[in-house]
């Protein structure tokens, strides 16, 4: 295996300046994103010693077609281009930290009206404040719990808060004290706005001031001999404390810091974060990661503090929480490749000086032992749980390739799947595999417009030829599209070129190495006259047949039978059940909303409120279609225009006078047949 000679740029036309690279395949997808302070310098290593380079680094030249780069002014600017790139493209050769388990947040809701505090996980919202995360639920719900009975904010559901503002009475919580009852008017929206933003400010850190000020305000209710309202003070300040004391106090009040450590090996690297804010841990939280290239621990714990950090910007909004929002000293176990531009971008961030380094001595480096013995037990634990994954994964598209007598190994792989019920609401799915792992952004659904005529068999492959046809159609337009953005934009000098050159790829831009289609030889040959009638001769087809699971090729009379127990096998029954649980759950989606809708949900122009005061003037949609446009016209909010054009669609009769004139016919719904 040698480097592609076409891919080395000409001697001397790579500057010296700091810039960011992208590396693209055949396809023109982009497979891998880099920056450097010395473009010249880094690209070249790529080129002088091929045979040096790591395993994964090798296969990413070899399968690369082209090198770009774009020319900045600064480190600085490098990374926060870098990190861009690496959002909008995706590269499957870049390291992608992802969290080792899904860790539950404290979550304030500061975008509704009336605040909302709940346990979140997943995705971050903007207009919502996160804490945490915490290692368990039960961890949050106890911490909110003992809070409520000096913060009496809203712990309720939409649906909840509704029923209660609708029947004037307040949930349990409101009657107990543990809710200011905003749903029925206890308390104003700024009054319970308040209370939250004393929630926040005492989980961010400011214990100091609401104790202090209980105190006082127990003590003045003693000297005034109220002793029932001082001993509820009192037990106010108990469950504050009692509150605090879940959070283990490890560093002086006043520091707010992130602890970073990595433990890594020649595959794998295991991160563990833990966040400080007031002396506090207030959360934990650990990635792995695959090493797809021979980068260090001090490039991985730069690439890593870009992804932790790369959201802060633009969650400006989500400054009380953690994991986007930037301390004021970020500590690492293995100082970034770069320190200084890590913490000018950082201060950036913040908009405030920000502090990147190694602790040295002190409870500081105590702490750092503490979170580096973590991310070793993690990377164990992780190694446990995937013991051969990475050699598996290579072993199955290994097998896929020598069974099937493909010329490389199929890195992406599409299935398709149809599912429909007696020939109603056909749909069809594609999901998308790539280096043996689902890519779910990738994953298409298809409603079929027409599958010709026949059994349930024809039926399959008529719209298995429908969606294959359709598919590659789309990718053909958009190649010619790309193409032609490349060639207006091509100058020679890629250094010039600025940072948004072309457009975004689109849906269909990628072509795999490996079509399967659910179904045997028919449903096979079908997708392969699909590809042969657009011109496309380079994409191996098969099917996978469920009964025996048996892998059927186009040209062949006989199936191809692979090991039971192969891991080839194996990867291509998982590409294909998942692809029918993405088709069934969008026919599931179709014939519900065909059994819960109606012929006016498909009339231009009726909106939802219109459609319920026709239903309830005339009690169903068949006594609707028997009136006349004047008795539908006199329903209100009904004009004579609209009445006509209801008239004619129920009943297929021309619209306009009442039915009996020559206006055009009634617009005809459609299924949405278009790829979605």
């Not at 600085?76 to 080792?100: G, H, M, T």
């Not at 833990?274 to 990661?289: D, P, W």
């Given at each position: ?34 920056k ?20 994964r ?7 690369a ?5 774009t020319?900045?002014g ?6 926060q ?9 995706d590269?499957?050769?870049n390291v ?12 304030v ?17 903007r ?27 809203r ?5 909840v808060?509704?029923?209660?503002r ?22 104003t ?13 005492f ?7 609401f104790?202090?000020?209980?105190e006082?305000?127990?003590a ?20 504050l404390?009692?509150?605090?004391e ?21 595959l794998?690297?295991?991160v ?15 990635y792995?990661?695959?090493?797809v ?13 870009g992804q ?17 929002a ?7 176990s293995?100082a ?7 913490a ?9 000086t ?7 001595r ?6 750092m ?6 991310a ?5 634990r ?14 199955a ?16 792989i599409?299935?398709y799947d149809i599912s429909n019920?007696q020939?109603?609401h056909?749909v069809?799915s594609m999901v ?18 027409g599958?010709?005529e026949g ?6 492959v ?21 193409g032609?953005?490349a ?18 790829p ?10 399967v ?10 997708a ?13 087809v098969?099917g ?21 127990t ?14 029918h649980?993405?088709?069934?759950a969008?026919h ?6 065909a059994?819960t809708?109606?012929?006016l949900d ?9 459609r ?16 006349t446009?004047e ?7 009904i004009?004579p225009?609209?009445?006509e ?12 006078g009442?039915?009996?004139?020559d ?10 047949g278009?790829?979605?």
């Amino acid at each position: 295996m040698a480097a592609t000679p076409h891919l080395r740029p000409a001697p001397g036309s790579i500057p010296r300046d700091p810039g960011v690279y992208r590396f693209r395949d055949a396809a023109g997808q982009v497979i891998y994103v880099g920056k450097a302070k010395n473009l010249r310098a880094r690209l070249s290593s790529y080129f002088r010693d091929f045979a040096g380079l790591h395993p994964r680094t090798q296969q990413m030249v070899s399968t690369a077609a082209d090198v770009d780069w774009t020319v900045v002014g600064t480190e600085v600017e490098a990374l926060q281009l870098e990190y861009s790139w690496i959002k909008q493209y995706d590269p499957r050769f870049n390291v992608k930290y992802r969290d080792d388990k899904s860790y539950p947040y404290l979550a304030v809701t500061l975008n509704e009206e009336f605040p909302r505090v709940q346990v979140m996980r997943g995705a971050k919202r903007r207009g919502v404040r996160y804490f945490g995360p915490y290692s368990h639920a039960w961890a949050i719900r106890e911490t909110v719990d003992l809070m409520l009975r000096v913060f009496p904010v809203r712990t309720c559901s939409a649906g909840v808060f509704r029923g209660a503002r609708n029947s004037g009475r307040p949930c349990l919580l409101g009657y107990i004290g543990k809710c200011a009852a905003p749903c029925v008017g206890k308390a104003t929206p700024e009054e319970h706005r308040a209370l939250v933003e004393d929630f926040c400010s005492f989980l961010a850190g400011d214990t100091g001031r609401f104790i202090r000020g209980l105190e006082a305000r127990m003590a003045e209710a003693a000297q005034e001999m109220e002793y029932e309202r001082a001993a509820r003070i009192r037990d106010d300040i108990g469950a504050l404390r009692a509150a605090l004391e879940k959070q283990a106090v490890v560093l002086p009040d006043s520091t707010d810091c992130d602890v970073i450590a990595m433990a890594d090996d020649q595959l794998e690297a295991a991160v563990q974060i833990f966040h400080v804010r007031g002396g506090r841990i207030r959360g934990q939280r650990g990635y792995v990661v695959d090493k797809v290239t021979d980068a260090g621990p001090d490039e991985l714990m730069e690439t890593f503090l870009g992804q932790l950090y790369g959201g802060a910007e633009e969650a400006a909004d989500e400054d009380g929480g953690t994991g986007g929002a930037v301390p004021r000293e970020v500590l690492v176990s293995d100082a970034p490749a770069d320190t200084g531009a890590v913490a000018s971008w950082l201060s950036g961030l913040r908009g405030s000086t920000v502090d990147v380094r190694v602790p040295r001595r002190g409870d500081k480096r105590d702490l750092m032992e503490t979170v580096a013995k973590n991310a070793r037990e993690a990377l164990a634990r992780h190694k446990t749980h995937r013991a051969g994954d990475l050699s598996t994964r290579g072993r199955a598209l290994n097998e896929v390739q020598e069974a099937l007598d493909l010329p490389e190994a199929p890195l992406r792989i599409e299935c398709y799947d149809i599912s429909n019920l007696q020939g109603e609401h056909v749909v069809a799915s594609m999901v998308v595999f790539e280096d043996g792992l689902a890519r779910k952004s990738e994953y298409r659904r298809f409603s079929i417009r027409g599958s010709g005529e026949g059994g349930a068999e024809q039926h399959d492959v008529a719209a298995m030829y429908e969606v294959i046809k359709r598919r590659f159609t789309r990718y053909l337009e958009e190649s010619a599209r790309a193409g032609e953005v490349a060639r207006m934009g091509e100058s020679g000098d890629h250094g010039d070129r600025p940072a948004g050159d072309a457009p975004p790829p689109g849906k269909f831009a990628y072509p795999p190495n490996l079509v399967v289609v659910d179904g045997a030889r028919p449903q096979a040959e079908a997708a392969r006259r699909a590809l042969e009638e657009l011109g496309i001769e380079d994409i191996a087809v098969c099917g996978l047949a469920k009964r025996l699971e048996e892998v059927w090729l186009p040209d062949d009379e006989d199936p191809v039978i692979l090991p039971r127990t192969g891991e080839g096998l194996y990867l291509l029954q998982r590409v294909r059940d998942e692809a029918h649980r993405f088709a069934v759950a969008y026919h599931r989606q179709k014939r519900a909303k065909a059994l819960t809708g109606s012929k006016l949900d498909d009339l231009p122009g009726l909106g939802p409120t219109r459609r319920t005061a026709l239903i309830k003037e005339f009690g169903s949609v068949k006594r609707l279609a028997s009136a006349t446009a004047e008795e539908i016209a006199a329903v209100p909010g009904i004009g004579p225009k609209l009445a006509e054009a209801v008239h004619a669609h129920l009943t297929g009769e021309p619209a306009g006078g009442g039915g009996r004139g020559d206006g055009a016919p009634a617009q005809q719904g459609t299924d949405g047949g278009g790829d979605t």
